[in-house]
């Protein structure tokens, strides 16, 4: 996946009407609280003496601001935290999202939108180490895979 990793290519349709419901949503299961989600948190800190981590946090995001932006229902804010740049149409609706940063945990972030989006919405990314991979929506849920660019014989 490399370090860093950026988009190669979007197709995402998020209705701004939806965004209070898609806040509401990651209000409802948590999705900032740490005691219920430390596992898909991969920033955190280790105390000599203790098992796993004694705190836990998104990677790069800062946990007040996430609160803060899902509590507004700021959808837009909330992929910022996460290094997303977000492309709106003139309704606000999100068209689009580029990523072109250090790899964190956007991962953690996609999954838990994924029963507001739409099949076949996808993300395509390449890591510094020139990987290819791709997040994609099915049923609900989130799904990942790898690629590979093929040129045919000369």
Same mark, same amino acid.
């Not at 998020?14 to 898609?22: L, T, V």
């Not at 149409?89 to 994924?114: F, M, P, R, W």
């Not at 996808?122 to 099915?138: I, M, N, P, S, V």
């Given at each position: 996946?490399?370090?860093?990793?950026?988009?190669?290519?979007?197709?995402?349709?998020?209705?701004?009407?939806?965004?209070?419901?898609?806040?509401?949503?990651?209000?409802?299961?948590?999705?900032? =609280?740490? $005691?219920? +989600?430390?596992?898909?948190? %991969?920033?955190?800190?280790?105390?000599?003496?203790? &098992?796993?981590?004694?705190? !836990?946090?998104?990677?790069?995001?800062?946990?007040?601001?996430?609160?803060?932006?899902?509590?507004?229902?700021?959808?837009?804010?909330?992929?910022?935290?996460?290094?997303?740049?977000?492309?709106? =149409?003139? $309704?606000? +609706?999100?068209?689009?999202? %580029?990523?072109?940063?250090?790899?964190?945990?956007? &991962?953690?972030?996609?999954? !838990?939108?994924?029963?507001?989006?739409?099949?076949?919405?996808?993300?395509?990314?390449?890591?510094?180490?020139?990987?290819?991979?791709?997040?994609?929506?099915?049923?609900?849920?989130?799904?990942?895979?790898?690629?590979?660019?093929?040129?045919?014989?000369?």
């Amino acid at each position: 996946m490399g370090y860093y990793t950026n988009t190669v290519e979007s197709l995402i349709s998020i209705p701004k009407a939806g965004f209070p419901a898609i806040c509401k949503h990651l209000r409802d299961i948590r999705f900032d =609280d740490p $005691s219920v +989600n430390a596992k898909m948190m %991969s920033g955190g800190s280790y105390e000599p003496g203790h &098992e796993g981590k004694t705190a !836990a946090w998104y990677s790069w995001v800062d946990t007040k601001e996430l609160t803060q932006k899902m509590q507004e229902d700021d959808l837009l804010g909330v992929f910022v935290l996460f290094g997303f740049e977000p492309s709106e =149409d003139q $309704s606000g +609706n999100i068209i689009g999202l %580029s990523y072109n940063t250090k790899s964190g945990d956007e &991962e953690a972030l996609l999954k !838990a939108i994924a029963p507001f989006m739409e099949d076949g919405n996808y993300l395509w990314f390449q890591g510094e180490d020139a990987t290819h991979y791709r997040f994609h929506w099915r049923n609900q849920e989130l799904h990942y895979s790898e690629g590979r660019i093929q040129f045919p014989p000369m």
